[in-house]
């Protein structure tokens, strides 16, 4: 089994300050690593994934996340926020093999302020 | 492409009533799963197809049924609505070696 952890349920920041989202992830199995946004009632984007290969993931939005085998992790990260960028943001892995069903994290919500 | 598709937008239902959410995807994947997803708990698999005529329970399937009678479409049934299933409803869709792609949810409220 798989468990997501989002550190921090809200970030609020200021527009063109850097971000960085926090995720730590549990598992016995190898997996797969994704963030996803959701902008006010719409559904799940994808923002980037992790499937192999070269630890430092970018994405679109100018986002990017980096690969920590070793500490279990999966930040996010963006150097400059717009106001565009406010909305909830969830960090997901999957067993690379099998139904690859998606583990969530329970979601941090961005606010970016003017 | 239309991707994932799901109707009802939104619905309100008593106790003890019935009703089945669509989804339907066009990219002719053979993967498909629904989801929950509640307040401060992220997005819980209730069910998943691998393929036209396969099911198989997630992690919160108790007071629902799915059916997937062809490859584009997987439904989900609640046939006696509870409160505890007011929640938005995600079906998604996957190709064989990529991530899921998801529809845009049907919020659900049972009174």
């Known amino acids: 089994a798989q468990s997501v952890t989002q550190l921090d349920s809200q970030v609020p920041v200021f527009e063109e300050a850097p971000v960085e989202l926090r995720c730590n992830y549990s598992s016995s199995v190898s997996v797969y690593l994704f963030w996803y946004v959701q902008y006010p009632n719409q559904g799940l984007q994808l923002l980037l994934k992790?499937?192999?290969?070269?630890?430092l993931v970018k994405g679109i939005n100018g986002f990017e996340a980096e690969f920590n085998k070793s500490q279990t992790s999966f930040h996010l990260r963006k150097p400059s926020v717009h106001i565009s960028d406010t909305a909830e943001y969830f960090c997901?892995?999957?067993?690379?093999?099998?139904?690859?069903?998606?583990?969530f994290g329970s979601g941090t919500r961005l606010q970016v302020q003017p | 492409n239309a991707g994932v598709t799901q109707t009802p937008k939104f619905q309100v239902l008593k106790t003890g009533q019935s009703m089945t959410l669509q989804c339907a995807q066009d990219m002719n994947h053979n993967s498909m799963y629904w989801y929950r997803q509640d307040p401060g708990m992220g997005l819980r698999l209730i069910y998943y197809s691998a393929s036209e005529g396969t099911t198989d329970k997630g992690e919160v399937p108790n007071g629902y049924n799915v059916s997937r009678l062809n490859k584009r479409e997987f439904s989900l049934r609640l046939e006696s609505a509870a409160p505890s299933q007011t929640s938005v409803y995600f079906c998604?869709?996957?190709?064989?070696?990529?991530?899921?792609?998801f529809g845009p949810g049907t919020r659900l409220t049972v009174l």
């Open positions: 997901a892995v999957s067993p690379d093999t099998g139904r690859r069903a998606l583990t």
């Open positions: 992790y499937l192999s290969g070269s630890t």
């Open positions: 998604a869709s996957r190709p064989a070696y990529n991530e899921q792609f």
